[in-house]
């Protein structure tokens, strides 16, 4: 089992719809949770950070964590087709500084 | 304030040259760290600094590699006799302090070895 893992997509979503990425980790006391936003070419961006249970909103973006399940996710509300992008899940590992990345989603917004 | 900083944003190297890359950390982070990603994979640790201490370099592939960051700021990634395998876009991030805080990504070095 790898220690981040995220569905590699494609996703599709339309526009102005709800874009769901999931995200499962192995380490049952990792303590904090990152979304970041990559596009092409570029270098990843932090859209959300989450370290309780529960869910934590900005803007139209809301982590969902669930420490028990070991899971969290990032949705996206009304899409837009600048959302396009890889999106990476990152956690820290083993009470480790470095970040473990999943291998990262990508969601193309369709208008 | 200005972000993390990269140089050279693209290398292009033969089989077998030795190759140096840079980073400017954003000015007062405590913590560096290297990343190496490949074509459609999520950045993979190389090595992490806090100041001018190297306390993890688990993640480089071989001894080929070899980073040093001396005076706490600047750092730079040498990789040795470059091998095809090592094509890859090199991402430099830092950070203010603890664990849970923000890692600020550069804007990467993309390295082709040819």
């Known amino acids: 089992q790898k220690e981040v893992e995220q569905n590699s997509g494609p996703l599709s979503v339309p526009e102005g719809a709800i874009a769901s990425l999931n995200c499962t980790y192995s380490?049952?006391?990792?303590?904090?949770f990152f979304w970041y936003r990559q596009y092409s070419g570029k270098s990843p961006e932090l859209i959300m950070s989450?370290?309780?249970?529960g869910d934590k909103e900005d803007g139209r973006f809301t982590a969902q964590l669930n420490k028990a399940s070991q899971y969290v996710s990032l949705l996206i509300r009304d899409s837009q087709p600048s959302d396009s992008a890889t999106y990476l899940c990152?956690?820290?590992?083993?009470?480790?500084?470095?970040?473990?990345f999943g291998q990262g989603t990508r969601l193309t917004i369709n208008p | 304030g200005a972000g993390v900083s990269q140089s050279p944003r693209y290398k292009v190297a033969k089989r077998g040259q030795d190759v140096a890359l840079r980073c400017d950390p954003i000015?007062?982070?405590?913590?560096l760290f290297w990343y190496q990603q490949a074509l459609g994979q999520g950045p993979e640790f190389l090595t992490y600094f806090q100041n001018e201490a190297q306390l993890d370099k688990s993640g480089l592939p071989s001894d080929r590699f070899f980073a040093e960051r001396p005076e706490g700021s600047v750092s730079t990634l040498k990789i040795q006799r470059t091998q095809q395998e090592d094509s890859a876009v090199y991402l430099c991030?830092?950070?203010?302090?603890?664990?849970?805080?923000?890692?600020?990504f550069g804007p990467g070095t993309r390295l082709l070895v040819l």
């Open positions: 380490d049952r006391v990792s303590q904090s």
């Open positions: 991030a830092s950070r203010y302090g603890l664990a849970k805080e923000t890692q600020y």
């Open positions: 000015s007062g982070h405590v913590s």
């Open positions: 989450i370290y309780s249970n």
């Open positions: 990152a956690v820290p590992i083993q009470g480790a500084q470095k970040l473990v």
